[in-house]
Nanobody, 121 residues
Framework: QVQLVESGGGLVQPGGSLRLSCAASGSIFSINAMGWYRQAPGKQRELVATITSGGNTNYADSRKGRFTISRDNAKNTVYLQINSLKPEDTAVYYC???????????????WGQGTQVTVSS
């Protein structure tokens, strides 16, 4: 199994910045893509950004510019820097990892519990 633990969320004023972190642990053989998704109240979960083990990134079109995803493969950790935060960025942010474990050696998706980001004055 793989455990994903997010951190870095909180209450921030409009225009502020946050850096979210997500650390993966467990019986990990390898991690392919990692990513961030978010879910606002009453809305479906949506893609923010993904990053491959080689560092190739993909952003949802509306997230380009203010969001930066990065990754430390040695630490099995993915980060999301969010700048110029807006009230509409308020959501629970979830970490995702496509990983292979020593247990079954099959690629599957794992999810964290989420971290709340609230943008409000």
């Amino acid at each position: 199994q793989v455990q994903l633990v997010e951190s870095g969320g909180g209450l921030v004023q409009p225009g502020g910045s946050l850096r979210l972190s997500c650390a993966a642990s467990g019986s990990i053989f390898s991690i392919n893509a990692m990513g961030w998704y978010r879910q606002a109240p009453g809305k479906q979960r949506e893609l923010v950004a993904t990053i491959t083990s080689g560092g190739n990134t993909n952003y949802a079109d509306s997230r380009k510019g203010r969001f930066t995803i990065s990754r430390d493969n040695a630490k099995n950790t993915v980060y999301l820097q969010i700048n110029s935060l807006k009230p509409e960025d308020t959501a629970v942010y979830y970490c995702n990892a496509d990983a292979i474990t020593y247990g079954n050696m099959r690629l599957r998706a794992y999810w964290g519990q989420g971290t709340q980001v609230t943008v409000s004055s």
